[in-house]
């Protein structure tokens, strides 16, 4: 990463390959199709040019989301937390849990202002409303982006919203995003994750060779669940980007149960060998 704490340069790094290979689908298809904002989440880490490896395997059965030609995205999501108890809700497997964040699609530049609960049988359930400005980093009774919140959480949990919330963590990352042609299906893969500390504008990254893989279905078991569990790799519970980030950032004090992810992640990092190489597709 070059530049100042803070300042983010285009990654060098691309996934040309993938609009080579895939055929195209446009945002309205994609929300049509696949909008999936209640579904089931399964995470994976994969070595990321092993993944690409894929590509050609499974280019009949996925379409590639493509605005303007352009089909690689820029992201920054600014996380907001109550003494990171977000992030230690998580840490001990919570089954009612929330992250809240403000989410920038770079290369367009619009807002959203986003909350992800956890529903019944790991359901995720997300909720968004447009957002008019990235530079928030207090959230109390003053704010509507707050009453949001509140309102989205004490509807779904029928407890009590009750936090102090501050911005904690700011997350860069790529992204491209495959949607099933069978419907009801999508799978986005993240690289070149940069986290920024947002009181001192610290940074710090995953390996470039690491990209996320998340899988989101109505019932957890898609095209790409069955093909990545083939080729060895299996689903990680505790792999939030936000939670990661902090962790590997040494911004909290208890990460003993990211401890075998990050241990996944330094293994990955070493892997050269194609999946085909080694399951003979």
């Given at each position: 990463m070059d530049g100042k704490p803070g300042q983010f340069s285009e990654p060098e790094r691309g996934d040309a390959d993938a609009s080579s290979v895939f055929a195209p689908?446009?945002?309205?298809?994609?929300?049509?199709?696949?909008?999936?904002?209640?579904?089931?989440?399964?995470?994976?880490?994969?070595?990321?040019?092993?993944?690409?490896?894929?590509?050609?395997?499974?280019?009949?059965?996925?379409?590639?989301?493509?605005?303007?030609e352009q089909?690689?995205?820029?992201?920054?999501?600014?996380?907001?937390d109550d003494s990171y108890r977000a992030y230690y809700e998580h840490h001990q497997g919570r089954r009612r849990r929330f992250k809240l964040r403000i989410r920038e699609y770079v290369?367009?530049?619009?807002?959203?202002?986003?909350?992800?609960?956890?529903?019944?049988?790991?359901?995720?359930?997300?909720?968004?409303e447009s957002?008019?400005?990235?530079y928030v980093d207090q959230l109390d009774d003053s704010s509507p982006?707050?009453?949001?919140?509140?309102?989205?959480?004490?509807?779904?949990?029928?407890?009590?919203?009750?936090?102090?919330?501050?911005?904690?963590l700011?997350?860069?990352?790529?992204?491209?995003?495959?949607?099933?042609?069978?419907?009801?299906?999508?799978?986005?893969?993240?690289t070149d994750i940069v986290?920024?500390?947002?009181?001192?504008?610290?940074?710090?990254?995953?390996?470039?060779?690491?990209?996320?893989?998340?899988?989101?279905t109505e019932k957890g078991a898609g095209?790409?669940?069955?093909?990545?569990?083939?080729?060895?790799?299996r689903q990680v519970s505790k792999c939030s980007k936000y939670c990661l980030g902090l962790a590997l950032g040494n911004r909290v004090a208890r990460v003993n149960r990211f401890l075998p992810v990050i241990r996944k992640i330094r293994d990955i990092d070493r892997i050269s060998a194609p999946f085909e190489s080694r399951t003979g597709w």
């Amino acid at each position: 990463m070059d530049g100042k704490p803070g300042q983010f340069s285009e990654p060098e790094r691309g996934d040309a390959d993938a609009s080579s290979v895939f055929a195209p689908i446009s945002l309205a298809e994609t929300l049509s199709e696949a909008a999936m904002l209640t579904r089931v989440d399964n995470k994976y880490l994969v070595n990321r040019c092993q993944f690409h490896s894929l590509f050609n395997v499974i280019c009949d059965q996925y379409r590639l989301l493509t605005i303007n030609e352009q089909s690689r995205f820029a992201y920054r999501s600014k996380y907001f937390d109550d003494s990171y108890r977000a992030y230690y809700e998580h840490h001990q497997g919570r089954r009612r849990r929330f992250k809240l964040r403000i989410r920038e699609y770079v290369d367009s530049g619009d807002l959203y202002f986003e909350l992800k609960l956890k529903g019944l049988r790991g359901q995720t359930v997300k909720f968004r409303e447009s957002c008019d400005s990235f530079y928030v980093d207090q959230l109390d009774d003053s704010s509507p982006y707050y009453k949001l919140a509140r309102d989205w959480y004490e509807n779904t949990y029928q407890r009590r919203f009750a936090e102090t919330l501050s911005a904690s963590l700011i997350v860069h990352y790529v992204r491209i995003s495959l949607v099933s042609v069978a419907g009801s299906e999508r799978v986005t893969i993240d690289t070149d994750i940069v986290y920024e500390d947002t009181h001192s504008g610290e940074s710090w990254d995953l390996s470039e060779n690491i990209a996320v893989v998340e899988t989101k279905t109505e019932k957890g078991a898609g095209v790409m669940d069955h093909l990545l569990k083939k080729n060895g790799s299996r689903q990680v519970s505790k792999c939030s980007k936000y939670c990661l980030g902090l962790a590997l950032g040494n911004r909290v004090a208890r990460v003993n149960r990211f401890l075998p992810v990050i241990r996944k992640i330094r293994d990955i990092d070493r892997i050269s060998a194609p999946f085909e190489s080694r399951t003979g597709w």
